[in-house]
């Protein structure tokens, strides 16, 4: 099977797990939950959930508390994108090649989802409690919390968008503030998702440590390579409208550094990242193809 079939097959796996947490209701407040439904199945690639089974898998985990977790940070990444999107922030009217949330629904209702995936995040989390089966596996669950909370809070993901929203008044961005925007705002999530995968299979510091410096690459290797969809990809590969870096006059590594360097940078990162997880014992094969997927990827 190539790895594109591998993919989709993993993807439905995955959706098979992450969508059982999802809310059902209807009344008075079930527009807000049809909200929130749209944005989780609009059509994400669950990268997160899946760079965390497959590190998890990589560090010989037996995945019996993994599932919360996995459904959590879906959530946290899809609450981001539906708030990046509404016109305080970017102000996208396309995501995935379907209407924001905003535009399928109104901003208030896009909030309302947002704030409700973030809530539902954290009451999906706490779920893995119940699958505890040791003394130790509380403990790992609680560490996993702390992990999942930290990196998408103000000293990561959010802080991270804090920054780029204050990046954006001004005209002399520097590579420091960048990087800055980009190892929070993008490679914190991607951290929690390959550290908590690791975590929950009980691994030692030093592994954890590994880990995390190969995701943190991984992580930025990504947005840089955002940066460069945003020039070279056309607007039916990406699902949303092209060049709004540029008319957004945004600072990126592309602007910055230029395309070559941009792409060289890409290149490094992963590179590392993956000779970092070639260093473990055990292999996991489509854990190293997915990452060259999402660092080689169209879209
Ligand atoms: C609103 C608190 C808050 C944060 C927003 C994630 C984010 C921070 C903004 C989204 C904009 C953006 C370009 C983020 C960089 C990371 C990135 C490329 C996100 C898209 O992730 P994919 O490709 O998305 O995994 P899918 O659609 O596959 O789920």
Redesign the pocket.
């Known amino acids: 099977m190539d790895f594109k079939d591998e993919m989709k097959n993993r993807i439905e796996r995955t959706e098979g797990i992450i969508t059982r947490y999802l809310p059902g209701g209807e009344g008075y407040g079930g527009r807000v939950i049809e909200a929130m439904n749209y944005s989780f199945m609009a059509?994400?690639?669950?990268?997160?959930p899946m760079l965390m089974i497959e590190t998890h898998i990589l560090c010989g985990g037996d995945g019996r508390l993994i599932a919360p977790f996995m459904a959590a940070i879906e959530m946290i990444?899809?609450?981001?994108?539906v708030?990046?999107d509404l016109p305080a922030?970017?102000g996208d009217e396309l995501?995935?090649g379907k209407p924001s949330t905003w535009k399928q629904y109104d901003e208030a209702m896009a909030v309302l989802a947002?704030d409700g995936l973030l809530n539902l995040a954290s009451e999906t989390a706490l779920l893995a409690f119940d699958l505890a089966e040791s003394a130790f596996d509380t403990t790992l669950v609680a560490e996993a919390m702390k992990l999942l909370f930290y990196h998408s809070g103000i000293n990561g993901?959010?802080g991270?968008?804090c920054a780029?929203v204050e990046a954006e008044k001004s005209s002399d961005v520097t590579m420091e503030q960048l990087i800055y925007v980009y190892k929070n705002?993008?490679a914190a999530?991607l951290r929690a998702a390959m550290d908590i995968g690791a975590l929950l299979a009980g691994v030692d510091d030093e592994t954890l440590i590994a880990i995390d410096r190969a995701a943190y690459n991984v992580g930025l290797a990504?947005?840089i390579r955002?940066d460069v969809l945003d020039v070279t990809a056309s607007e039916e590969e990406l699902?949303k409208p092209i060049g709004s870096d540029d008319r957004n006059n945004k600072t990126t590594y592309v602007t910055l550094e230029g395309i070559e360097s941009a792409e060289a940078e890409v290149r490094r990162l992963s590179d590392e990242a993956l000779e970092i997880l070639r260093g473990f014992t055990a292999r996991n094969e489509f854990l190293e193809g997915l990452i060259s997927y999402m660092i080689d990827r169209k879209a």
């Open positions: 059509g994400g690639k669950r990268i997160r990444h899809t609450y981001s994108l708030h990046d922030m970017d995501r995935r947002g993901m959010i991270g968008q780029d705002k993008t999530l990504f947005q955002d699902g």
